[in-house]
């Protein structure tokens, strides 16, 4: 049978969705990193002396030696702009009004993907950004707590 | 044991856009029985093991094993379920039979993306939930921002990037079996719409509907089948690490990996010169360039030349996506890998008609999970 030979007035699909809420544990190295950025305004990196490696955000064990990671760092709030993109879609498919500027900033072998506040046209790989903040009270501990990165003049 | 495996046959469902008259389970019984029909075999008597791959949150069900057994014939039969790229389901396959555990496997693989009806939403599960998706981001950022860091490392251009889409669309003309054949100029795509810059709309493969369905079976047992089973040569897989924050951006050394597991069990020094055709990923434009150096076809940012030289043309030096790929033919999710597969099998037997490319022996296919995974994997094919 083919889609021609239908008889339009014939039922054609259940319509249905999967709610699903979770919630998802941070675990040891994203409490201390989270508790971090939230109570001191700090991005830490977690270090693995074996490979010579910086995680960021930081993690309890490194992924390339499966070696537990117990040397801490804090990476300062400036990172070099690792990629960019503009984004014209919002979560759910639908065109933006404003399109989204979003960034990966590295420290470290890591990074922090967060929102770009800059006209696009001035962004160029390899300059330095720095995390802006919320201020302290309105922070929650996630990466919300970190506004947008913007571009950063020494 | 045996240590060959083949393709003895195939089957195939759509492909289309949308299939408002068939419930998958109907697309994949269409398969089923084409691909049995095929390879000349009854799956209640002869296939020992069948797979699947299926992704939960696609389906629209939790535990798809459970809507497998009965339109592939596999009911009271040994059956399991990936959450994997169809090449995962195949590699599944070989080594059911490589380790002697089956004789006959039936892997198979489906896209109903069209009723999904929130499909970014879905996509966006895949994002880590503590450190991204409280971003709320479409997930085709991760696309712009490798897109941009491929461009910015390997000195490939936007214009480049934009051609793969007029090759690839238009191959599709020749291929029944594509939704998306069009005669697009360069400008026409590169002033397109745009998605995630600097990747556009166009450069973006759109879905379709459709199963496949293959029989693979041991070496004895394929040469009593059939005259001109098609031979698995070599498959390997490989991930990253997920994290978009460690990951690498300009380079894909999962697929170089995955690809060097392909070779070495399949013997292949120089895939340049013996590989004669290639079906692999081009959900985004920029991943074929990206994917065609990292399975060391040439240098790294050499593609985009060779590509406007025309060397990866229906007619040239080494045939890319002949088939139009999935900007050509339709991204089928998690069942493209065996779309590719399906595509090679029709060259390696000369049944690929218009698109055919001429004394096709050895083909190349490859596969990614897509955004955001590093996930993907490559299979050397030989008749
Ligand atoms: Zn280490």
């Not at chain 1, 759910?92 to 900033?105: A, C, H, K, S, Y």
């Given at each position: 049978?083919?889609?021609?030979?239908?008889?339009?007035?014939?039922?054609?699909?259940?319509?249905?969705?999967?709610?699903?809420?979770?919630?998802?544990?941070?675990?040891?190295?994203?409490?201390?990193?989270?508790?971090?950025?939230?109570?001191?305004?700090?991005?830490?990196?977690?270090?693995?002396?074996?490979?010579?490696?910086?995680?960021?955000?930081?993690?309890?064990?490194?992924?390339?030696?499966?070696?537990?990671?117990?040397?801490?760092?804090?990476?300062?709030?400036?990172g070099e702009l690792h990629t960019f993109?503009?984004?014209?879609?919002?979560?759910?498919?639908?065109?933006?009004?404003?399109?989204?500027?979003?960034g990966l900033v590295s420290?470290?072998?890591?990074g922090?993907?967060?929102?770009?506040?800059?006209?696009?046209?001035?962004?160029?790989i390899g300059?330095?950004?720095?995390?802006?903040?919320?201020?302290?009270?309105?922070?929650?501990?996630?990466?919300?707590?970190?506004?947008?990165?913007?571009?950063?003049?020494? | 044991?045996?240590?060959?495996?083949?393709?003895?046959?195939?089957?195939?469902?759509?492909?289309?856009?949308?299939?408002?008259?068939?419930?998958?389970?109907?697309?994949?019984?269409?398969?089923?029985?084409?691909?049995?029909?095929?390879?000349?075999?009854?799956?209640?008597?002869?296939?020992?093991?069948?797979?699947?791959?299926?992704?939960?949150?696609?389906?629209?069900?939790?535990?798809?094993?459970?809507?497998?057994?009965?339109?592939?014939?596999?009911?009271?039969?040994?059956?399991?379920?990936?959450?994997?790229?169809?090449?995962?389901?195949?590699?599944?396959?070989?080594?059911?039979?490589?380790?002697?555990?089956?004789?006959?496997?039936?892997?198979?693989?489906?896209?109903?993306?069209?009723?999904?009806?929130?499909?970014?939403?879905?996509?966006?599960?895949?994002?880590?939930?503590?450190?991204?998706?409280?971003?709320?981001?479409?997930?085709?950022?991760?696309?712009?921002m490798?897109?941009?860091r491929?461009?910015?490392?390997?000195?490939?251009?936007?214009?480049?990037?934009?051609?793969?889409?007029?090759?690839?669309?238009?191959?599709?003309?020749?291929?029944?079996?594509?939704?998306?054949?069009?005669?697009?100029?360069?400008?026409?795509?590169?002033?397109?719409?745009?998605?995630?810059?600097?990747?556009?709309?166009?450069?973006?493969?759109?879905?379709?509907?459709?199963?496949?369905?293959?029989?693979?079976?041991?070496?004895?047992?394929?040469?009593?089948?059939?005259?001109?089973?098609?031979?698995?040569?070599?498959?390997?897989?490989?991930?990253?690490?997920?994290?978009?924050?460690?990951?690498?951006w300009?380079?894909?050394?999962?697929?170089?990996?995955?690809?060097?597991?392909?070779?070495?069990?399949?013997?292949?020094?120089?895939?340049?010169?013996?590989?004669?055709?290639?079906?692999?990923?081009?959900?985004?434009?920029?991943?074929?360039?990206?994917?065609?150096?990292?399975?060391?076809?040439?240098?790294?940012?050499?593609?985009?030349?060779?590509?406007?030289?025309?060397?990866?043309?229906?007619?040239?030096?080494?045939?890319?996506?002949?088939?139009?790929?999935?900007?050509?033919?339709?991204?089928?999710?998690?069942?493209?890998?065996?779309?590719?597969?399906?595509?090679?099998?029709?060259?390696?037997?000369?049944?690929?008609?218009?698109?055919?490319?001429?004394?096709?022996?050895?083909?190349?296919?490859?596969?990614?999970?897509?955004?955001?995974?590093?996930?993907?994997?490559?299979?050397?094919?030989?008749?």
């Amino acid at each position: 049978m083919t889609f021609l030979e239908r008889d339009p007035l014939a039922p054609q699909a259940w319509f249905g969705n999967l709610p699903a809420a979770h919630r998802y544990t941070y675990g040891l190295a994203g409490e201390r990193f989270f508790r971090a950025l939230k109570d001191e305004g700090k991005i830490l990196g977690s270090y693995c002396p074996k490979c010579d490696r910086t995680y960021v955000p930081a993690t309890a064990f490194c992924e390339r030696c499966l070696g537990e990671l117990t040397d801490w760092r804090d990476m300062g709030l400036v990172g070099e702009l690792h990629t960019f993109t503009v984004l014209y879609v919002d979560v759910e498919g639908r065109p933006l009004e404003t399109p989204q500027i979003v960034g990966l900033v590295s420290f470290g072998d890591g990074g922090i993907v967060h929102f770009l506040h800059a006209d696009p046209e001035s962004l160029v790989i390899g300059m330095p950004m720095r995390a802006v903040l919320k201020p302290p009270h309105e922070r929650q501990g996630s990466i919300l707590d970190i506004q947008y990165f913007e571009p950063f003049q020494a | 044991m045996s240590d060959r495996v083949a393709i003895v046959g195939v089957g195939w469902s759509g492909f289309r856009p949308k299939t408002p008259d068939l419930s998958y389970k109907e697309l994949m019984y269409e398969a089923a029985v084409r691909a049995y029909a095929d390879a000349g075999v009854d799956p209640r008597r002869d296939v020992d093991s069948f797979v699947t791959v299926a992704e939960d949150f696609i389906e629209g069900t939790s535990i798809f094993d459970e809507y497998v057994p009965d339109q592939l014939g596999a009911a009271l039969k040994p059956v399991h379920t990936i959450t994997g790229d169809g090449l995962h389901g195949l590699a599944t396959g070989v080594m059911l039979i490589r380790s002697g555990i089956a004789r006959v496997v039936v892997v198979e693989g489906h896209s109903k993306a069209s009723n999904l009806l929130t499909p970014d939403t879905i996509l966006a599960y895949a994002q880590d939930p503590v450190l991204n998706r409280p971003l709320r981001l479409n997930t085709h950022f991760v696309a712009g921002m490798e897109m941009h860091r491929y461009l910015y490392e390997s000195g490939t251009t936007r214009e480049q990037c934009a051609a793969v889409v007029v090759k690839n669309r238009r191959n599709a003309l020749r291929n029944p079996l594509a939704a998306y054949g069009a005669d697009l100029s360069l400008e026409e795509v590169l002033f397109g719409p745009p998605l995630a810059w600097p990747l556009g709309k166009r450069e973006t493969a759109a879905t379709t509907d459709g199963a496949i369905v293959m029989v693979l079976a041991a070496e004895e047992v394929a040469r009593a089948l059939r005259q001109d089973p098609i031979w698995i040569r070599g498959i390997g897989w490989c991930n990253d690490s997920p994290s978009l924050e460690s990951r690498e951006w300009g380079n894909l050394p999962y697929i170089q990996e995955a690809a060097q597991m392909a070779y070495q069990q399949a013997g292949l020094r120089d895939p340049w010169n013996e590989v004669d055709v290639a079906e692999i990923d081009d959900t985004y434009a920029y991943k074929e360039l990206q994917t065609l150096e990292a399975l060391g076809f040439c240098g790294y940012g050499e593609a985009g030349s060779l590509l406007e030289s025309g060397a990866f043309d229906l007619d040239g030096e080494l045939p890319v996506n002949p088939s139009g790929g999935s900007l050509g033919v339709g991204h089928m999710l998690d069942a493209t890998g065996l779309m590719r597969t399906l595509e090679a099998v029709f060259q390696l037997r000369g049944e690929a008609g218009a698109h055919q490319v001429e004394g096709a022996e050895v083909a190349l296919v490859q596969s990614w999970r897509g955004v955001p995974t590093t996930s993907g994997a490559v299979a050397i094919l030989s008749n």
